[in-house]
């Protein structure tokens, strides 16, 4: 038996979030990554991912692991597998890997990144890839908010229900805002993110960049450890799971357009 | 009766290109633009394209006219309409304009972009939006090449047979290929253009980037004004149709990222 571990891109509009929903029918990342496989080995692969995303959020960097017996050399895995994939699935790496990794359990950090188009028109080429506000929007005033999320919190506000974590403390490493042109490009780095908490952060910043909270209403909603009290969570087609950190990665905190090997979002924001 | 000129952004991958295909069914520009004219003033109206993209082929800065007895001001069109269109097609803005102007007629030049995918892996979320070519390209020899294109040219031989032109002669003011990072980027500029003319030129500079065809040829083929000698068409999904030039907007060649309005591209390439 062998492990590996595969880096994913994906565009998420096609799926129905990345867990296999069985019986649903609901075409999803696993399923579509667990039906290749079948495909090239002929075998019953389970995949773990390293983290849940929801239906319309993008992956540049989502990490798998699974076991096979299959002879395929690491280094030829992508290009066999991405022959078997839908376009919208790309295998980007692949590395043979410990017995004891885990693609989830042995993640100590994830990026993600949530990109608002924050201009009065809509954009048809951009649709499914940003999220359009509107509303003029304040990055000094979002950059202040972001600040209050940076350090170890217990972040049960920002939290939906429906998360089996044990525990609402996380160890948020980095929040940064940043204008690009037209678009607002919100980065984050933790060691852990509760169910939608990305997305509700960004949803409660939005409020602060549009001036209907203050910078300091980040620091009193996470203080209260109450759902509810900040923004809507922001729509799914904004987020990006950019990469997953492991032991040995080294977990740097410069902006994201200048560090990462994503092909998609060095194109973007360079 | 007005006469109202409107500036579009569209995805074409959802679109049978740009022209109504009457009794086919089959899903175009022109037809969801109607369809969304007469929901919002109760008349058929039929408009009336600078040019007619393929299926799969995009739009920064396509232009329509079209007559119409509405009372709406011009600066309400775009919000208004856009309230009637689906978000792969999108009104940037809209004025009135002289009962002469024709949007196919007037105008001046054409700016059409061409976007590759430079890389080995291809990109999940770009997958409709670059032509993905993973063999490494020599953007000077593309350049050396594209400079033969440039002047006034009989381009019979980088024409499609299907095409109305009454003469395949035309002046092309500027075409340059530039590197951005994983990208390789066309920006060509014509008085007008025939029926697959960028993708055919494309097609062949692509031939020249790897080395299988000198700069040269470029010369040879046009000087042949036969058909089928140069690299076979770039598929749609890489072409945008940039901007319409009319008489009173300045035409320059500079490049393309430097000087579009297009939040799209001046994202993109920045």
Chains 1, 2 share one sequence.
């Not at 890997?97 to 885990?102: G, I, L, Q, W």
């Not at 940003?130 to 940076?150: I, N, Q, R, T, W």
Request: with cysteine; aromatic share 12%; net charge positive.
């Amino acid at each position: 038996m062998r492990f590996l571990k595969l880096v994913l891109e994906y565009d998420g509009s096609g799926f129905h979030g990345f867990q296999k929903q069985t019986g649903t029918g609901l075409r999803t990342v696993q399923e579509v990554l667990e039906n290749a496989l079948k495909n090239l080995t002929g075998e019953e692969i389970q995949v773990h991912g390293a983290g849940r995303t929801d239906a319309g959020v993008h992956a540049l960097g989502q990490v798998v692991h699974f076991a096979t017996s299959a002879s395929i050399p690491a280094s030829r895995f992508p290009a066999a597998l991405n022959g078997c994939l839908p376009p919208d699935l790309v295998v980007l790496r692949a590395e043979e890997v410990d017995p004891s990794f885990h693609a989830r359990y042995s993640a100590l950090a994830k990026k993600y990144c949530y990109v608002v188009w924050n201009q009065e028109k809509p954009s048809a080429l951009l649709r499914n890839y940003c999220f359009h506000y509107p509303v003029p929007l304040d990055a000094g005033l979002m950059s202040k908010g972001a600040a209050f999320f940076e350090g170890v919190h217990d972040f049960r506000s920002f939290s939906a229900s429906g998360s089996s974590a044990k525990t609402t403390t996380r160890h948020l490493f980095s929040f940064k805002v940043q204008r690009k042109r037209g678009f607002v490009v919100f980065t984050v780095t933790a060691d852990g993110f509760l169910y939608k908490m990305v997305r509700l952060m960004v949803g409660t910043l939005l409020e602060v960049g549009r001036g209907k909270l203050l910078p300091e209403a980040v620091r009193e909603i996470l203080e209260t450890r109450r759902r509810g009290l900040g923004g809507p969570a922001a729509p799914p087609q904004g987020l990006y799971l950019v990469r997953v950190y492991y032991p040995g990665d080294y977990i740097d905190d410069r902006d994201l357009w200048e560090i990462e090997s994503s092909p998609y979002f060095s194109l973007l924001f360079s």
